[in-house]
C-alpha cells in the first residue's frame, strides 16, 4: 500500500454508508431452502425494507450443494438500496447452513468471518455421495468442521435442526427461521416471523411448531432434544438356557483369562459367537484368543497394553461368524427384527406390515450348507452342478411374513446343527487357521505387525461376488505381507496395504501398492 | 406438466396500472412482454429461463384474454425461426432460451431473421447462462449479437430497469428493423425484486388479422441479390436508426459526478456488483451515489461511440467492467477513442481477470488496481475492506479444505434413469468398458461417480450423432445415451435417422422419463399425460421404426436392472445389422411424486385400501461394502455408523425419503450382491382378508419365534 495516501473527506450520506443486511444460505438441492429464502424476504418487506434474494436452481439443484442469498436494507427517502446478487467473503452477517458439512464448506468460501458472521447451522449429516462410495469407511470428519467454525464464527448456532424439524412434524426450513428469530441479529420481533408463516397455507401449523421449538432452544440454550423414542424391541423372556450353566462358565473363563482391557470387546466377541452358532462355539472361540493371548504375552504385550489380544477379541469374533445362509435366514425370522421395521416405520394401529427380501442364492451357496465330503463330491461332477446351479441361480422375491416363505426361511434359520459339517465351515476354518497362525508367528518378532495382520479380517466382507472379491483382496494383502514380513517396517507397509484395499473396490491402489512392495521385496 | 406450477405467481401478470409487482425476474420479464403488446411468444426451456416457459403455460387464460399466441417450440432453431411472423407484419413476437447453448442451435434461423430485417418488434431473451452454478460451457452471447446485427441489451440487476427495456427494445427493434436481445444472467432470472405495473396491452395487429390478409416481398428473402442489398441496409440504414434511438431515449445511463479524472464503463448487468466495490472503497453509498462517474451501458451492442467519447473526453482513464471473454467492448472503446484521438487510457482485462464471474470481491480488487494505477487520491484514507484471508490461511480452517466432500450434482431419489445406469455398469463388469456418447440431461450425471459412465457431450440431441465417427466393424460397439428431450429436440434425425442410413451398427439407449425432465418437467411429444392444449402420448417407438429402426426395444419399467441388462447386452453382442435401439421408459420421479403423492394421501384419508412401500437394510445383515452404493448413488441410500465395537465400516442404511422404486431389490438381485434389502409393504386401511391373513400368519410365526428365542442361548447371561 502506498505511503502518500491521504484522507480524503469523503462526504457521509448519513444511514447511507450502512450496508445492507446479508444473509447467504447453503444447502443442498430440494432441503427447502427457497421457502426459507421467500420467508426472510417477506420478512423485511412487512417492515418496509427493500428485499433482494438470488439463487442459482440450475443442475446444482439435483442434490448438488447451492447457495441462496439475501440482501435486504430499509429505503433512504424514497430511494432504493442497490443490492448485490452474491455474497462477498468476509461481509457476510448471517450464515445458514441445512447441513454439516455445507457449513464447513460456507467457512471455505470465506462467507463466515470473525468480525460479522453468525452462523446458524444443522450439524446433522447427509453423507455426499464420495463418503458413501467406499468399501471401508469413508465418513469425513465432524471434528474438523467443529473446530474450523470456532475460528471462523462470531457467533455460533449449532444444533440439529432436521431432528428438530421432523421430532415436530416439519421440515428443516421452518426450524432454520425460528433458530433466525431466535438468534436475534435482524431486529424483527418473534411474532412479525410468525406472521409470515401463518401467511403461508401449506403446513403452516408444522412449520410453527418447529419454528417455536428452534427459537426456544436457540433462546434458551435447552440440550438437545433426545431421538423420539423408538417402540421397544421385543423383549424375549428369560428362558430356561438364561440357566445353562456353560453360559456362566464362558462368561467366568473371560474374566479369568483375559487381561481386564480386553474383556469388554472379548464379551462382545464372545456373545456374537454364541449367537452365531451355539455354547460349545463360543468355548472355541475362547481356546483359540486363549492361545493367541499367550502368544501376545510372550511377545511382551503388557506394554503394548495387550493390543494383539484386543484386536484378536475383535476380528476372530468376525471371522467365526461368517456370513453364511443359515445366518441370513436366521437374522430375518427372529422376532426383534419385526419390532425394529416397525419402529422404523412408525407403524401404527390397524396398518399391516409384509416385507420382501431380494435374494439371489446360487449354487455355490447351497453347496456351502451341504456336508463337506458330499459337497467336495458335487464339486468334481461339473454337469450335474451346472444342471443344479440352473435351478437355483435366481433372483427370488421372498415375502417374509407370508406363511411359506417364512417356514421355509424359519428351517434354513435352523440348520444351525449342519453348520459345523459344512464345506463352507470347512473353508472358514481352514482359511480361519492360517491366518491366526501367521500373525502368530508375526507378534513373535514383531509385535505391530501382527497386530495389524490380524486387523486384515476387516477387508472380508459381503456375499457372492463381493465376498470373493473381499477374499481375495485379504489373501493378496496377506501374500504381499508375507514378502515384507522380515523388514522392521514390515507393520507400516500393512497397514498401508489395508488402508489401500479399503479405498475402492477394483482393488486398483492395493495393486498400486503391492507393485511398489514386489519393487523392493 | 411441469416440476413447478405458477398457478398463483400467473395471478400477477394481471396486475395494472398502480400496482407494485413484486417476485422473481423471470415473472418480471414475462409480465414486460405482455406490457408491451406481444402477439406472440415461443421460445425452449433451460436453466435459467425455465420458468418463464413455466409460466407463459401456466398462464394460458390471461395470454387468451389479451390474444397472445403461446407456442412451445421443438428447439431454439424452431423458436427463432418463429420469429419470422414479423418480417412482413406489424406482429410483436418474443421468444427465450438458455444461452449460448440455445443461441448456438438457433443462430442460422437468426441470422437469417437479421439479415432480412423485421417489421414488428422481436426481442430474443436469453438466459446468459454464465459464471458459477451454470451447467455449459463458458462463452458469450455476445458474438452473435455482433456477427449477426442483433442489438444486444444487458440491463442493470434491477425489475424497473429490465422492465423498461424491454418496452423500449420493441420500439427499437420497431424503428431499425432488427430483432434485439435481453440479456438476463442467472442470478438476475431468479432475482426477487419489484416494480411499478402497467397495465397489460392487447396486440394491435394479431397473428390472425395476419394470416387473414397475406403480404410478401421478395425483398425480405435472404437471397442474392436481396442479400447484398441487407448488409448494405444493415450498414447504411438500420444502425444509425438504432444509434440515434438508443441515444435519444436515453437507455445507457450516467451517474455519479459529471466530471472526473476517471470513470468507470461497464455492461448494465454488472451494475450492482460494481456499487458494492466502490461501497466498499468508500466511493458510493448503499443507494448509488457514487463519487466516481459511471457510463452504464444497458445496451452493449451497438456501442454508442458519440456517448462513449464524450464520457472519456475529460478523463485521464477509464475502466471497462465486461465479463466474460473475448473483451469485445474494451476493443470496441478502444477504436472509438483511438479514431478520436482521445487521450483517457483504457483499463479493464488487464486489472480485471479475463473470465469468471465478476463479484463484488473481483470488482473490488480490479477497481482499486485501476485506481492506484490512475487517480490513488480517491482511495482516500482506504477504509478496510472485507476481507476472509486470514480466516482462510488458519490451519483450522486449511485443515478443512481436505475434509468437506464434493457434493456433485446426482440423480433423484428414485430416479428410473439410475437403474439403466447400474445396468451399464453390470454389462460393464461382463464386457469390459465401452465408448459411450453421452447427452444433455439428467441422464448426463452418469458421468460422475458412482456411475462414471460417458465420454463426451457435444450438445443437446447429439449423444447419438458423436458416435457417428466409430461406425466401423471392431469387437465392441460404441453407446450413445439420448434423453426423450434430445430426442425431439433434433437427435430423431441427428442421430437415429443418420445411424439408421450410415447402417450404423452401434447402441443407442433413449432415457424416456416422458417430461424434458432437466429443465423442469415440461411436456414434450411422447409425454404420457393427456394435454387437452397439446398433442402427447406421441411414441418414440414409432418414430424411430418410422425414420427405419429396425431393432428397436421398448422397456416400460427401467427398474427391472436384470431386463435392462440383458437387453444392452443383447444389443451389443447380436449379430443383426445396423443401429440397436433401446427405449428405456419410465416416469420422471420428481413429476411422478408431485402428481401422485396427493393422490396417495388422499386416498389413505379417504379409507380406501393403499400400499405404500419403502426399502430398509437389515443393518445385522449388511456387511458394510457398500457395493449396493456404489451402483446407485440414491440420495435415500445412504451409510450409518452402527454402535458395535465389532464392526469397523458403516453400514447401508435407507432414510425415510425412500420412494420405494425397487431399484435396490432389483440391483441386489441382478448384481447378486447382499440379502440385507428388503421391501416393506405397508398396507393403510387394510381390508378384512387382509387382517385376517396377517393376524394368522403371525400367529404360528410368533408362536415359531417363541419357540426359538427360548432355545436360543440367553446373551444376557454374557452381559
Known amino acids: 500500500m502506498r505511503d502518500e495516501t491521504v484522507k480524503l473527506a469523503l462526504p457521509a450520506a448519513g444511514d447511507a454508508t450502512e450496508r445492507p443486511i446479508s444473509i447467504a444460505i447453503v444447502a443442498m438441492g430440494g432441503q427447502g431452502g427457497g421457502v426459507l429464502t421467500d420467508w426472510i424476504v417477506q420478512l423485511a418487506e412487512n417492515h418496509g425494507w427493500v428485499a433482494q434474494s438470488t439463487s442459482v436452481p440450475g443442475v446444482a439443484q439435483r442434490t448438488g450443494a447451492t447457495i441462496y442469498y439475501i440482501e435486504a436494507m430499509p429505503p433512504l427517502d424514497g430511494r432504493k438500496p442497490i443490492l448485490s446478487l452474491m455474497p462477498t467473503p468476509g ?27 453468525t452462523l446458524i447451522a444443522s450439524n446433522h449429516r447427509t453423507f455426499a455421495i464420495g463418503e458413501k462410495i467406499v468399501p471401508g469407511n469413508g465418513i469425513a470428519d465432524k471434528g ?44 424483527f420481533s418473534r411474532d412479525s416471523y410468525l406472521d409470515v408463516i401463518r401467511a403461508g397455507d401449506k403446513g403452516a401449523q408444522a412449520s410453527i411448531r418447529a419454528f417455536e421449538a428452534a427459537f426456544d432452544r436457540v433462546q434458551s440454550k435447552s440440550p438437545e432434544p433426545t431421538a423420539p423414542a423408538r417402540p421397544e424391541t421385543a423383549k424375549t423372556p428369560p428362558s430356561p438356557a438364561a440357566l445353562d450353566p456353560r453360559l456362566a462358565g464362558l462368561a467366568a473363563r473371560l474374566t479369568q483369562e483375559l487381561p481386564e482391557a480386553v474383556q469388554a470387546i472379548g464379551r462382545a466377541g464372545l456373545k456374537k459367537v454364541v449367537d452365531f452358532q451355539d455354547v460349545a462355539y463360543g468355548g472355541e472361540y475362547l481356546d483359540i484368543l486363549g492361545k493367541l493371548h499367550a502368544a501376545d504375552r510372550s511377545a511382551g504385550g503388557a506394554e503394548w497394553n495387550f493390543a494383539f ?59 456351502g450348507m451341504l456336508p463337506a465330503g458330499f ?9 450335474l452342478l451346472g444342471w443344479l446351479d440352473r435351478r437355483v441361480n435366481k433372483g427370488r422375491r421372498v415375502r417374509t411374513y407370508a406363511l411359506p416363505w417364512f417356514l421355509a426361511l424359519y428351517v434354513v434359520g435352523g440348520l444351525r446343527g449342519l453348520r459345523r459339517r459344512s464345506l463352507r465351515h470347512a473353508i472358514e476354518t481352514a482359511h480361519r ?13 514383531n509385535y505391530q505387525l501382527g497386530v495389524e495382520i490380524l486387523q486384515c479380517r476387516r477387508l472380508v466382507k459381503g456375499y457372492s461376488d463381493t465376498h470373493s472379491r473381499g477374499l481375495s483382496k485379504f489373501d493378496k494383502t496377506l501374500a504381499a505381507i508375507k514378502l515384507v514380513a522380515p523388514r522392521e517396517d514390515a507393520a507400516d507397509w500393512a497397514r498401508r496395504l489395508r488402508e489401500a484395499a479399503l479405498k475402492d473396490s477394483a482393488g486398483k491402489e492395493l495393486d498400486g501398492v503391492i507393485q511398489t512392495i514386489k519393487s523392493f521385496a | 406438466m411441469a416440476e413447478r406450477s405458477f398457478a398463483r405467481e400467473v395471478e400477477d401478470l394481471r396486475l395494472g396500472d398502480g400496482d407494485t409487482f413484486r417476485g422473481e425476474g423471470i415473472l418480471a420479464i414475462t409480465k414486460a412482454l405482455l406490457q408491451s403488446g406481444v402477439a406472440y411468444v415461443g421460445g425452449y426451456q433451460g436453466s435459467p429461463i425455465s420458468h418463464l416457459m413455466d409460466v407463459l403455460a401456466d398462464a394460458k387464460d390471461v395470454l387468451d384474454d389479451l390474444g397472445v399466441v403461446f407456442q412451445s417450440s421443438a428447439n431454439e432453431a424452431a423458436a427463432a425461426a418463429m420469429l419470422s ?22 443462430s442460422d434461423a437468426l441470422a437469417n431473421l437479421a439479415s432480412g430485417g423485421v417489421t414488428g418488434g422481436t426481442m430474443i431473451i436469453v438466459g446468459e447462462d454464465y459464471g458459477e452454478g451454470s451447467s455449459i460451457m463458458q462463452e458469450r452471447t455476445h458474438a452473435f449479437a455482433m456477427k449477426s446485427q442483433i442489438w444486444l441489451l444487458d440491463p442493470r440487476p434491477d425489475h424497473e430497469c429490465i422492465v423498461n427495456l424491454i418496452e423500449k427494445g420493441f420500439e427499437l427493434s420497431e424503428v431499425s428493423n432488427t430483432p434485439v436481445m ?131 473526453l475529460d478523463k485521464d482513464a477509464v475502466l471497462i467492467v465486461e465479463e466474460g471473454q473475448p473483451e469485445y467492448l474494451e476493443q470496441a472503446i478502444n477504436t472509438v477513442l483511438r479514431r478520436r484521438d482521445i487521450q483517457a487510457r483504457v483499463h479493464g482485462k488487464d486489472v480485471l481477470p479475463m473470465g469468471g464471474d465478476y463479484t463484488a470481491q473481483v470488482l473490488l480488487g480490479g477497481v482499486r488496481e485501476f485506481l492506484e494505477k490512475t487517480d490513488p487520491r480517491l482511495l482516500g484514507n482506504r477504509p478496510p475492506a472485507p476481507d476472509a484471508t486470514a480466516v482462510l490461511s488458519h490451519p483450522e480452517v486449511e485443515k478443512l479444505k481436505q475434509v468437506v466432500p464434493a457434493r456433485p450434482p446426482g440423480l433423484c431419489t428414485g430416479c428410473p ?10 454389462v460393464e463388469s461382463e464386457l469390459g468398458e465401452h465408448h459411450v456418447s453421452a447427452d444433455i440431461g439428467c441422464h448426463l450425471f452418469s458421468i460422475l461417480p458412482p456411475f462414471n459412465i460417458g465420454a463426451t457431450t457435444m450438445g443437446f440431441g447429439l449423444g447419438p450423432a458423436s458416435t457417428s465417427a466409430f461406425n466401423v466393424k471392431a469387437d465392441k460397439r460404441s453407446i450413445a445415451v439420448m434423453g426423450d428431450g434430445g430426442f425431439w429436440h433434433n437427435g430423431l434425425t441427428s442421430g437415429i435417422g443418420n445411424a439408421v442410413f450410415n447402417k450404423h451398427d452401434g447402441v443407442f439407449v433413449i432415457v424416456d422419463n416422458y417430461y424434458t425432465s432437466a429443465t423442469g418437467g415440461q411436456d414434450i411429444l411422447s409425454s404420457r399425460a393427456v394435454s387437452k392444449r397439446r398433442n402427447t402420448n406421441n411414441s418414440i417407438v414409432q418414430a424411430v421404426k418410422g425414420i427405419g429402426g429396425k431393432w428397436v426395444r421398448q422397456i416400460d419399467r427401467t427398474y427391472d436392472v436384470g431386463r435392462m441388462r440383458d437387453t444392452l447386452k443383447e444389443a451389443l453382442t447380436t449379430k443383426e445389422q445396423g443401429p440397436k435401439v433401446i427405449v428405456a421408459s419410465s416416469e420422471c420421479m420428481l413429476n411422478k411424486q408431485r402428481r401422485v403423492k396427493p393422490q396417495i394421501s388422499k386416498a389413505i384419508k379417504d379409507g380406501v385400501r393403499t400400499v405404500k412401500e419403502r426399502f430398509g437394510v437389515d443393518e445385522d445383515v449388511c456387511t458394510g461394502d457398500h457395493a449396493c452404493i456404489r451402483l446407485s448413488g440414491c440420495p435415500s441410500l445412504s451409510v450409518k455408523q452402527l454402535d458395535d465395537p465389532l464392526r469397523d465400516d458403516p453400514v447401508a442404511a435407507i432414510d425415510n425419503s425412500c420412494v420405494g422404486c425397487g431399484n435396490c431389490g432389483e440391483v441386489a438381485e441382478a448384481a447378486v450382491l447382499c440379502p440385507s434389502f428388503y421391501r416393506a409393504d405397508v398396507i393403510h386401511n387394510p381390508t378384512g382378508w387382509d387382517r385376517f391373513k396377517s393376524k394368522v400368519a403371525m400367529a404360528v410365526i410368533g408362536w415359531l419365534q417363541r419357540r426359538r428365542d427360548r432355545r436360543r442361548p440367553a446373551l444376557e447371561a454374557l452381559a
Not at chain 1, 461368517?322 to 421395521?341: E, M, P
Not at chain 2, 412482413?88 to 442451435?105: D, H, I, Q
Open chain 1, 375 to 383: 459337497a467336495r463330491w458335487l464339486g468334481a461332477k461339473p454337469g
Open chain 1, 91 to 117: 461481509d457476510v452477517d448471517v450464515v445458514m447452513a441445512a447441513e454439516f458439512m455445507e457449513a464447513g464448506r460456507s467457512i471455505l468460501r470465506g462467507l463466515v468471518t470473525p468480525d460479522r458472521t
Open chain 2, 182 to 312: 435481453l440479456e438476463v444472467r442467472v442470478r438476475a432470472c431468479h432475482m426477487h425484486g419489484s416494480f411499478a405495473c402497467k397495465d397489460n396491452v392487447k396486440p394491435a395487429h394479431t397473428i390472425k388479422d395476419a394470416l387473414n390478409n397475406p403480404k410478401r416481398d421478395v425483398g425480405r428473402i435472404v437471397l442474392p441479390p436481396a442479400a447484398y442489398e441487407h448488409e448494405q441496409e444493415k450498414i447504411r440504414t438500420r444502425m444509425p436508426a438504432a444509434i440515434n434511438f438508443v441515444r435519444d431515449n436515453r437507455l445507457n445511463e450516467w451517474m455519479g459526478p459529471k466530471q472526473g479524472k476517471v470513470g468507470i464503463i461497464m455492461q448494465g448487468g454488472m451494475y450492482n456488483n460494481v456499487i458494492r466495490a466502490l461501497q466498499y472503497l468508500g466511493l458510493s453509498d448503499a443507494y448509488g451515489n457514487t463519487q466516481i462517474p459511471l457510463y452504464v451501458m444497458n445496451v452493449t451492442y451497438p456501442v454508442i461511440d458519440t456517448e462513449v467519447a464524450e464520457f472519456c
Open chain 1, 144 to 187: 474438523a468442521v467443529t473446530g474450523a467454525i470456532g475460528i471462523a464464527a462470531k457467533t455460533e448456532i449449532i444444533f440439529d435442526m432436521n431432528a428438530l424439524a421432523i421430532a415436530n412434524g416439519s421440515v428443516i426450513s421452518a426450524a432454520m427461521f425460528g433458530a433466525l428469530a431466535g438468534a436475534g441479529v435482524l431486529s
Open chain 2, 417 to 426: 434413469e439410475r437403474p439403466i445406469f447400474a445396468a451399464m455398469k453390470l
Open chain 1, 309 to 367: 489380544t484386543e484386536a484378536a477379541a475383535k476380528y476372530l469374533a468376525n471371522a467365526m461368524t461368517y456370513d453364511d445362509v443359515i445366518r441370513v435366514a436366521d437374522l430375518k425370522t427372529r422376532s426383534g427384527r419385526r419390532a425394529r421395521i416397525e419402529g422404523e416405520l412408525e407403524l401404527s394401529e390397524g396398518q399391516v406390515l409384509q416385507t420382501t427380501e431380494f435374494m439371489h442364492p446360487r449354487m455355490e451357496e447351497v453347496m
Open chain 1, 433 to 445: 487357521d492360517e491366518w491366526v497362525k501367521f500373525a502368530t508367528e508375526a507378534v513373535r518378532t
Open chain 2, 85 to 106: 411472423a414479423s418480417v412482413m407484419y406489424p406482429l410483436r413476437g418474443a421468444v427465450a432460451w438458455k444461452s449460448t447453448v440455445g443461441t448456438n442451435v438457433a
